[in-house]
Protein backbone atom coordinates (compact mmCIF):
# COMPACT_ATOMS: atom_id res chain seq x y z
CA UNK A 1 0.00 0.00 0.00
CA UNK A 2 1.22 3.23 -0.88
CA UNK A 3 1.03 6.36 1.89
CA UNK A 4 -0.54 9.25 -0.29
CA UNK A 5 0.15 12.18 1.42
CA UNK A 6 -2.19 14.57 -1.15
CA UNK A 7 -5.31 13.36 0.72
CA UNK A 8 -6.93 16.27 -1.68
CA UNK A 9 -6.47 14.10 -4.95
CA UNK A 10 -8.85 11.33 -3.67
CA UNK A 11 -12.74 12.22 -3.76
CA UNK A 12 -14.99 12.04 -1.39
CA UNK A 13 -17.58 9.55 -3.14
CA UNK A 14 -14.27 7.27 -3.20
CA UNK A 15 -13.98 7.85 0.63
CA UNK A 16 -17.46 6.94 1.44
CA UNK A 17 -17.15 3.66 -0.48
CA UNK A 18 -14.26 2.36 1.49
CA UNK A 19 -16.59 1.32 4.34
CA UNK A 20 -19.12 -0.09 1.72
CA UNK A 21 -16.17 -2.13 0.37
CA UNK A 22 -14.74 -3.05 4.10
CA UNK A 23 -17.93 -4.26 5.20
CA UNK A 24 -19.00 -6.73 2.37
CA UNK A 25 -15.00 -8.01 2.32
CA UNK A 26 -16.20 -8.82 6.06
CA UNK A 27 -19.47 -10.26 5.05
CA UNK A 28 -17.32 -12.33 2.39
CA UNK A 29 -14.96 -13.51 4.61
CA UNK A 30 -17.30 -15.01 6.90
CA UNK A 31 -18.58 -16.94 4.11
CA UNK A 32 -15.86 -18.54 4.01
CA UNK A 33 -14.47 -16.92 0.80
CA UNK A 34 -10.45 -16.14 0.47
CA UNK A 35 -10.68 -14.41 -2.61
CA UNK A 36 -12.72 -12.18 -4.15
CA UNK A 37 -12.81 -10.99 -7.71
CA UNK A 38 -13.79 -7.00 -8.65
CA UNK A 39 -16.53 -8.36 -10.63
CA UNK A 40 -17.70 -10.12 -7.65
CA UNK A 41 -17.64 -7.48 -5.07
CA UNK A 42 -19.23 -5.34 -7.55
CA UNK A 43 -22.10 -7.14 -7.95
CA UNK A 44 -22.59 -7.04 -4.71
CA UNK A 45 -22.38 -3.63 -4.19
CA UNK A 46 -24.20 -2.30 -7.44
CA UNK A 47 -20.55 -0.88 -8.31
CA UNK A 48 -18.89 -1.01 -11.06
CA UNK A 49 -15.49 -3.52 -11.13
CA UNK A 50 -13.85 -0.46 -12.83
CA UNK A 51 -15.26 1.74 -10.26
CA UNK A 52 -13.96 -0.46 -7.29
CA UNK A 53 -10.41 -1.02 -9.40
CA UNK A 54 -9.70 2.97 -9.27
CA UNK A 55 -11.05 3.52 -6.11
CA UNK A 56 -8.05 0.93 -4.44
CA UNK A 57 -5.88 2.14 -6.94
CA UNK A 58 -6.02 5.29 -5.12
CA UNK A 59 -4.34 3.78 -2.16
CA UNK A 60 -2.16 1.40 -3.87
CA UNK A 61 -1.88 -2.01 -5.28
CA UNK A 62 -4.10 -4.75 -4.48
CA UNK A 63 -4.84 -7.93 -5.84
CA UNK A 64 -3.40 -10.09 -8.83
CA UNK A 65 -4.36 -9.45 -12.19
CA UNK A 66 -6.39 -12.97 -13.08
CA UNK A 67 -6.81 -14.04 -9.51
CA UNK A 68 -8.70 -11.01 -7.45
CA UNK A 69 -7.79 -9.47 -4.04
CA UNK A 70 -7.12 -11.79 -1.08
CA UNK A 71 -9.95 -11.03 0.95
CA UNK A 72 -7.61 -10.92 4.55
CA UNK A 73 -5.43 -8.90 3.52
CA UNK A 74 -7.64 -6.64 1.33
CA UNK A 75 -9.50 -6.55 4.77
CA UNK A 76 -6.11 -5.54 6.66
CA UNK A 77 -5.33 -2.41 4.13
CA UNK A 78 -8.80 -0.91 3.78
CA UNK A 79 -9.09 -1.44 7.51
CA UNK A 80 -5.61 0.62 8.15
CA UNK A 81 -6.64 3.03 5.34
CA UNK A 82 -9.92 4.08 7.22
CA UNK A 83 -7.46 3.83 10.82
CA UNK A 84 -9.70 1.73 11.68
CA UNK A 85 -6.18 -0.01 13.71
CA UNK A 86 -6.05 2.92 15.83
CA UNK A 87 -8.18 1.81 18.74
CA UNK A 88 -10.09 4.70 19.03
CA UNK A 89 -11.70 5.29 22.37
CA UNK A 90 -15.54 6.46 22.06
CA UNK A 91 -18.07 7.78 24.39
CA UNK A 92 -21.66 8.12 24.57
CA UNK A 93 -23.54 11.01 25.54
CA UNK A 94 -27.03 10.42 26.38
CA UNK A 95 -28.15 6.84 27.68
CA UNK A 96 -31.70 6.72 26.72
CA UNK A 97 -33.59 4.19 23.98
CA UNK A 98 -30.78 5.29 21.09
CA UNK A 99 -27.88 5.44 23.60
CA UNK A 100 -28.93 2.40 24.95
CA UNK A 101 -28.96 0.80 22.06
CA UNK A 102 -25.79 2.34 20.87
CA UNK A 103 -23.93 1.48 23.49
CA UNK A 104 -24.86 -2.60 22.67
CA UNK A 105 -23.86 -2.37 19.43
CA UNK A 106 -21.55 -5.33 18.80
CA UNK A 107 -19.42 -4.29 16.07
CA UNK A 108 -17.89 -1.45 17.55
CA UNK A 109 -14.95 -3.65 19.41
CA UNK A 110 -14.81 -5.35 15.92
CA UNK A 111 -14.39 -2.33 14.20
CA UNK A 112 -11.26 -1.46 16.32
CA UNK A 113 -13.52 1.26 19.09
CA UNK A 114 -13.76 0.85 22.29
CA UNK A 115 -16.89 1.80 24.41
CA UNK A 116 -14.80 3.74 26.77
CA UNK A 117 -17.21 6.36 28.50
CA UNK A 118 -21.12 7.07 28.99
CA UNK A 119 -22.48 9.87 30.34
CA UNK A 120 -26.44 11.06 31.40
CA UNK A 121 -28.13 13.72 33.52
CA UNK A 122 -30.47 11.42 35.01
CA UNK A 123 -29.53 10.03 38.83
CA UNK A 124 -31.42 6.98 38.36
CA UNK A 125 -29.11 6.01 35.25
CA UNK A 126 -25.50 7.14 36.84
CA UNK A 127 -23.44 5.11 38.25
CA UNK A 128 -25.45 1.70 36.17
CA UNK A 129 -22.93 -0.21 34.17
CA UNK A 130 -23.54 -1.21 30.63
CA UNK A 131 -20.89 -3.66 28.65
CA UNK A 132 -18.88 -3.24 31.61
CA UNK A 133 -18.61 0.72 31.19
CA UNK A 134 -20.01 2.85 34.26
CA UNK A 135 -22.50 5.88 33.24
CA UNK A 136 -20.90 9.06 34.79
CA UNK A 137 -23.26 12.34 35.20
CA UNK A 138 -22.30 14.71 32.35
CA UNK A 139 -20.86 17.21 34.87
CA UNK A 140 -17.88 14.80 35.37
CA UNK A 141 -17.59 14.67 31.20
CA UNK A 142 -14.30 16.64 30.91
CA UNK A 143 -12.73 15.18 33.70
CA UNK A 144 -13.31 11.50 32.77
CA UNK A 145 -13.11 11.88 28.94
CA UNK A 146 -9.48 13.70 29.61
CA UNK A 147 -8.75 10.74 31.84
CA UNK A 148 -9.66 8.15 29.38
CA UNK A 149 -8.15 9.69 26.44
CA UNK A 150 -11.44 9.81 24.45
CA UNK A 151 -11.14 10.72 20.72
CA UNK A 152 -15.01 10.58 19.77
CA UNK A 153 -17.78 11.37 20.96
CA UNK A 154 -21.82 10.56 20.48
CA UNK A 155 -24.18 12.47 20.93
CA UNK A 156 -27.51 10.93 21.93
CA UNK A 157 -29.98 13.57 23.53
CA UNK A 158 -32.81 15.48 22.40
CA UNK A 159 -32.56 18.29 20.30
CA UNK A 160 -32.32 21.19 22.94
CA UNK A 161 -29.27 20.13 24.68
CA UNK A 162 -27.31 18.57 21.45
CA UNK A 163 -24.79 22.11 21.44
CA UNK A 164 -24.35 22.01 24.88
CA UNK A 165 -23.51 18.70 24.87
CA UNK A 166 -21.06 19.33 21.28
CA UNK A 167 -19.46 22.19 23.06
CA UNK A 168 -18.76 20.02 26.48
CA UNK A 169 -17.00 17.38 24.27
CA UNK A 170 -15.19 20.13 22.38
CA UNK A 171 -13.96 21.24 25.39
CA UNK A 172 -12.80 17.95 26.61
CA UNK A 173 -10.71 17.86 23.59
CA UNK A 174 -12.26 15.11 21.33
CA UNK A 175 -11.72 15.05 17.36
CA UNK A 176 -14.47 13.93 15.86
CA UNK A 177 -18.46 13.65 16.84
CA UNK A 178 -20.97 11.81 15.74
CA UNK A 179 -24.10 13.52 15.99
CA UNK A 180 -27.71 11.49 16.10
CA UNK A 181 -29.88 15.07 17.66
CA UNK A 182 -32.22 16.24 14.28
CA UNK A 183 -29.58 19.66 14.38
CA UNK A 184 -27.06 21.18 13.13
CA UNK A 185 -23.84 22.08 15.53
CA UNK A 186 -20.96 24.37 15.57
CA UNK A 187 -17.99 23.12 16.57
CA UNK A 188 -14.00 24.38 15.03
CA UNK A 189 -12.70 23.36 11.82
CA UNK A 190 -10.67 21.04 13.80
CA UNK A 191 -13.69 18.72 14.93
CA UNK A 192 -14.95 16.67 12.21
CA UNK A 193 -18.64 15.89 12.78
CA UNK A 194 -20.84 12.96 10.70
CA UNK A 195 -24.51 13.69 11.35
CA UNK A 196 -27.26 11.30 11.51
CA UNK A 197 -30.74 12.49 11.17
CA UNK A 198 -33.31 10.06 11.34
CA UNK A 199 -35.94 11.47 10.03
CA UNK A 200 -34.14 12.60 6.72
CA UNK A 201 -33.66 9.05 5.63
CA UNK A 202 -37.07 8.16 6.45
CA UNK A 203 -38.66 11.46 4.97
CA UNK A 204 -36.47 10.54 1.57
CA UNK A 205 -38.21 6.97 1.91
CA UNK A 206 -41.66 7.99 2.18
CA UNK A 207 -40.65 10.38 -0.70
CA UNK A 208 -39.94 7.48 -3.18
CA UNK A 209 -42.75 5.26 -2.21
CA UNK A 210 -45.24 8.05 -2.65
CA UNK A 211 -43.94 8.65 -6.07
CA UNK A 212 -44.25 4.47 -6.73
CA UNK A 213 -47.71 4.61 -5.52
CA UNK A 214 -48.74 7.39 -7.55
CA UNK A 215 -47.18 5.28 -10.60
CA UNK A 216 -48.98 2.21 -10.05
Not at 9 to 35: C, H, N, W
Amino acid sequence: MKDNNDKNVISKATIDRLPLYFRTLRLSQEEGMEIISSEELGHRLGITPEQIRKDLASFGQFGKKGVGYYIRELIVNVGKILGLDNNWHIAVVGVGHLGWALAHYRNFDSLGFKLTALFDVDPNKIGQCIKGVQVSSLDCLEEVMTEQTIHIGIIAVPEIYAQEVADKLVAAGVRGIWNFAPMKIQVPDTVRVINEDLSVGLSSLSFYLARQTQVE
